[in-house]
């Protein structure tokens, strides 16, 4: 779900423009201004995540508001002058929409704004993720540094994770299931029922076998649609 506001000096534009929004299901409205200044003081206290905002206003314009904010939510710009486009998306806004505006563009806006909304979220997600994990080995907790992971063995309840900086493998208890899980923000592939493969350690697709260098390891046909995908063949 969206946070967002409307921002137009126009009643009649901004009772559309709200009415618009509250037929599209993933917006909320948190609040429709008639000036700049007055969505300045809600921002302050609510931040949204997009903003419907017109440029031509009395006082502060649209553009020079969002300029003037630190964070600035993500902006759809609704106006009747075509002349401020390039500006407009040297501000980064995600659309830019001429008056009058149908229902269909403004909801292709709208779905370009959650597009964009998840993209954020999934790179905030793997940014703030560690690149490292504990896992028991004969009663200690030994640390598994992610980007030193090749690949991962399943043994019925126990894994073997292999390393790049070590010959023997690290053995714990723990299914596929939940070893993919500790993984998903990062890039590896499933290859076969028993196998997990780092992404970027890959080095060559044979026709059922998946290679790191010189190691060759199996590729399931059931997995095969999936690591074509993640490696982009």
Known sequence: MLKCMAV???????DLLVDNIQQVPFLQLVKACRN????AAILHEQPVDLIFLDIQMPGLN??????SLKNPPMAILVTAYKEYALEGFNLDVVDYLLKPVSFERFLKACNKAQDLYNLQQKSATKEEAPDYFFVYVEYVQVKVSIPDILYIEGMKDYVKIFLASSSRPVITKMSMKAIQEKLSAF????????????????TAVKRDLICIGSLELPLSENYKGEVEKALAL
């Open 187 to 202: 890039r590896f592939i499933r290859t076969h029922k028993s196998y997990i493969v780092a992404a970027g350690k890959v």
């Open 36 to 39: 700049a200044m007055e969505a």
């Open 8 to 14: 137009d000096d126009e009643k009649l534009v901004l």
């Open 62 to 67: 649209g553009l020079q508001f969002l300029q």
